[in-house]
Structure formats: structure tokens, C-alpha cells
């Protein structure tokens, strides 16, 4: 490390030790963070613990986390923001409670570099103190804290010069300054024992937006690896993932592989549940005789809308596409494509979508966003031909919990596998295909959609038996064991 960044190290350190032993002085309710005894029933009963440094609601794998505790007589308290719907077992569940973390006053929301010195470090203490309130103050002590690392969105908006402001929509999840700090600390006054799920790297991710040599990205991975070492236990999305925690970060505490998996409401549906479907959804309706007919192919990507998602690539393979179709000799079907999702990059892809069509390069395939409620985007999945996954991995050995999901539903799955541990999760012409260019896309897009249907019948006899292992047969296995759980 330069010494420039050195410095920047220490005093993020040494700001970070003298706002927790501030408030340390405020006299945090203490417990031995073992079980929580209920009167009524006359039983004693584990509690975890789980935060989600972002929008709950776009968290789907914490979620299930806190269902499956719930499910499994365990008391929860789910830490984060609310911006959007939770899932739907959630709020009648009465062993759940969320406490929602306060959102950053807009008045610290500036990018701009005059006032970075000031509201910089005030958004940080903010970030602090809401997250010291609700884990120290307004939450039971637990036996177990399970924090989430990594993924699709930084959970802190960033606090550097120049760097892009995010939405509250990008405000996913956490990078580990300075939430893994302020967990540990709460983990060692309350006697909890703290579990790091991983599902990326969040140096990797905040890379996407700074740059690699950038010195925060430096810094943030310097402290990942630093402060995630003491953690009790640790799950990762795939065993490269674990494989890189114990070379990379020194792990030599328990690394669990505890891969994502659909839940039960990706199922595959009937043909009469898929017409009633395809009749009843807005961006379906007036394809729906053209779906039936064959002449019109449903492809479905699900998306955040983020740099780690190349969609020109999808463009252009959709561009290629539409130009074969066209002729006559080819005999491959039109394309709906259906992209669902919110992020910061839609308004952009959207203005070069309507260009193309405009130049009347789309003419085979038509595109629509949409944004929808769990229970139809299952169904939007159980009613595809194919899903399409842009995944490209900020760390190559994460993965996209989009493709359990197709899986769940029986939907053959075609994404960018150019990364370690693509193979973890599809068997290429077993249950999906992997592509690692536009024209490695469009090729395999007329191969699949044309006339022979054997290889799409084929992918879709792999995905529904991949499917079949579900999220709580994954948890039950290898969380609820160390939980002590199951």
C-alpha cells in the first residue's frame, strides 16, 4: 500500500474506534447472547440477529434466511431499510419483527467535492448511530448475528469526491466499512456470535464504480479481509467463493457453501395456468395468441439494471437476431423479451432500445420492461421459453440468484459463463447454455428458438430436475445445523 493510502487507512480506523468508544459510554443493554426465554410458552429460544444493510425487500436471500430461522422456531429480528414490499410470508410471521433502519436525510445526499470534507464524514457517523440504535438499543441480545456482504448494489452511498451518487434503489448492500466493524463490536459486548454471509465481494463491487486502483477500493479490501477473520463462521453463495476466502482473506474459521435455491413459489406451471397467466399480464396480453401459436418466443431477464450486467451485449445479440429472422429462409420466430427489474442504468439502456427500433434494427423482436410483484414474476418465469442471465461477476465466483429461481420454475437458462464458478450452478446443454459474446448469444438463440425443439426440451427436462433441490432442503442441510436448528 502507498503511504497516501496508509494514511487514509489509519485515520478511517482511528475515526471508526473514537465513534464506537463513544458510544460504548451510552451504556449498551448487555445479555449473555444465548437463548431468549418466552413465559407463555415455558420454552427458551434461539435468537438471531439478521441485517441487511439495504433495502430489505430487494434482499430475497435474507429474507429466506429470516424465514427459515422463523420456520424453525427461531426468533428473528431483520435489520434494514424499507423501500420496498417485503416478501409476502414475512409480515404475518409473529416470530419476525423489523426494525427498519432510518433513511439518510437528503440534505447529506450532495455529491458535490466542496462539501465532501463536511457531509462526508456526517453521513458516516449517521450510518453509525442508526445502525448502533437499532442492533444495541432497540433489538434483544442474540446468540447469533448473521450480517450480509456483497452484492449486486453498495449498501453505504459512497463518501469520496467525484463519485456517483446512488439512488435508493442502488443502496442495496453493505460493504464492509463500517458495518462489519460496528457488528462486530456489538457481537463482542452482547455475546453474539457473528456469521458473514457472502455474497459477493464488496471491494469487487464498489471496483465497478471507482476502478480497481481507485484507493478506497485498496483500502475496503484491505479492511474486508481484516475485520471478517474473527467471525464465528462464515456462508458463501459457492465453494470458489470459500475456495478464495481461506486463500485470499486467511479464513480458518468454518466457510460453509450454502448455495442459493428456489423457494416454493417458483414451481412450473400448467399449460392452463400459463394462458391464464399470459392473458392476465399487461406486457403478455397481446402476444398471447402469437405465444400459443410458436410464432412468438417469450424470453425473460431478470435484472438491477447495474455495470455488472452487460446489456449491450444483449442488444447487440437481439439486433443479430432480428436481422436472421427476417429472412425468409431462416424460419425462427419473433422474440418477446421481457426485462424485469429497477436500477441506475434503465432510463440509459431504454433511450438506446428506442433508438434501435427507430433504425427498424428490431423488427423480429420486441422489448419490454416490467416491474413486478413475487407472485407474478414466478409466473412470468414458469411462462418463458428462456430465461437470459447478464451476470458477469465483479469477483468471478459469485452467482446470480436469478438462474435458482428459472430453475424453480423449469425455465432452460442462457447467461454469461466466462467466470469460475459459473459450472457450480449450470451444466452446459444439461439445464442452461453459456455464452461469452454477442454473437456466442445470437448463435445459441437461433439454435434453441428454431425449428428443432429437442435441445430447448432437453434444457427444460435438466432445469426442472435441477430445480427440484430447494432452498429449504439447502438451508435446513448446512445453516440449520450450525444455527443448531434443524
Known amino acids: 500500500m502507498s503511504v497516501q493510502e496508509q494514511v487514509l487507512l489509519i485515520a478511517l480506523i482511528l475515526f471508526t474506534i473514537v465513534i464506537i468508544t463513544l458510544f460504548t459510554l451510552l451504556l449498551l443493554p448487555a445479555g449473555d447472547g444465548q437463548l431468549t ?3 407463555r410458552a415455558g420454552k427458551r429460544r434461539t435468537r438471531v440477529q439478521v441485517l441487511v444493510l439495504g433495502d430489505i425487500g430487494r434482499s430475497p436471500r435474507m429474507q429466506y434466511h429470516a424465514l427459515s430461522i422463523a420456520k424453525n422456531g427461531g426468533l428473528v429480528d431483520l ?3 424499507l423501500e420496498s414490499e417485503l416478501h409476502p410470508e414475512m409480515p404475518s410471521n409473529s416470530n419476525i419483527t423489523v426494525h427498519p433502519l432510518s433513511p439518510i436525510p437528503k440534505f447529506l445526499k450532495t455529491n458535490k467535492q466542496q462539501w465532501f470534507l463536511i457531509f462526508g464524514p456526517l453521513k458516516v457517523i449517521f450510518q453509525i448511530w442508526s445502525l448502533w ?7 434483544s441480545p442474540a446468540k447469533w448475528m448473521l450480517i450480509q456482504v456483497g452484492d449486486e448494489h453498495c449498501g453505504f452511498e459512497p463518501a469520496v469526491p467525484g463519485a456517483p451518487a446512488l439512488t435508493s434503489n442502488e443502496r442495496q448492500n453493505p460493504p464492509s466499512i463500517p458495518s462489519l466493524l460496528i457488528a462486530q463490536v456489538i457481537c463482542f459486548l452482547r455475546n453474539t456470535n457473528l456469521i458473514v454471509d457472502w455474497h459477493n465481494f464488496g471491494y469487487s463491487i464498489l471496483a465497478l464504480k471507482l476502478g480497481v486502483k481507485h484507493p478506497l ?9 481484516l475485520c471478517s477473520r474473527s467471525a464465528t463462521a462464515h456462508f458463501t453463495v459457492t465453494e470458489a467463493m470459500g475456495r478464495a476466502l481461506k486463500k485470499d482473506y486467511k479464513i480458518t474459521g468454518p466457510v460453509i457453501t450454502l448455495h442459493d435455491r428456489p423457494t416454493s413459489q417458483f414451481r412450473v406451471l400448467d399449460e392452463l395456468e400459463r394462458s391464464k397467466f399470459l392473458m392476465r399480464l399487461q406486457e403478455t396480453a397481446s402476444h398471447v395468441d402469437e405465444i400459443k401459436r410458436g410464432s412468438c418466443k417469450l424470453i425473460v431477464s431478470s435484472t438491477s439494471w447495474t455495470p455488472d450486467e452487460d446489456f449491450p451485449l444483449l442488444l447487440e445479440a437481439l439486433v443479430n437476431y432480428s436481422g436472421l429472422a427476417k429472412k425468409s429462409s431462416s424460419h425462427l420466430p419473433k422474440i418477446l423479451a421481457i426485462i424485469t427489474g429497477k436500477g441506475p442504468q ?4 431504454l433511450i438506446k432500445i428506442e433508438a434501435l427500433k427507430s433504425q427498424n434494427k428490431l423488427s423480429m423482436v420486441c422489448i419490454k420492461t416490467a416491474w413486478l410483484s413475487l407472485e407474478d414474476y414466478a409466473k412470468l418465469l414458469g411462462a418463458a421459453d428462456l430465461g437470459i442471465c447478464l451476470h458477469t461477476s465483479s469477483s468471478g465466483v459469485d452467482l446470480p440468484m436469478k438462474v435458482v429461481d428459472m430453475f424453480g420454475t423449469g425455465l432452460p437458462v442462457v447467461g454469461w459463463g466466462v467466470y469460475e464458478s459459473w459450472p457450480e450452478l449450470v451444466s452446459e446443454g444439461i439445464n442452461g447454455r ?5 454473437a456466442e448469444l445470437n448463435a445459441i438463440l437461433a439454435e434453441l ?3 428443432d425443439k429437442s435441445k430447448m426440451q432437453k434444457l427444460r427436462a435438466g432445469a426442472i430436475e435441477e ?6 432442503d439447502e438451508w435446513d442441510l448446512r445453516a440449520g445445523k450450525l444455527l443448531e436448528l434443524s
Not at 133 to 139: A, F, H
Not at 217 to 225: A, G, H, L, Q, T
Not at 467 to 472: A, H, I, P
Open 37 to 39: 426465554s418466552l413465559p
Open 79 to 81: 435489520v434494514g431499510y
Open 133 to 139: 440504535l437499532v442492533l444495541g438499543y432497540r433489538t
Open 217 to 225: 477500493v485498496r483500502i475496503s479490501k484491505f479492511y474486508e479481509e
Open 346 to 349: 434503465k432510463a440509459e439502456i
Open 434 to 438: 453459456g455464452f461469452g459474446s454477442a
Open 449 to 451: 428458438l428454431g425449428s
Open 467 to 472: 430445480g427440484k433441490w430447494r432452498w429449504d
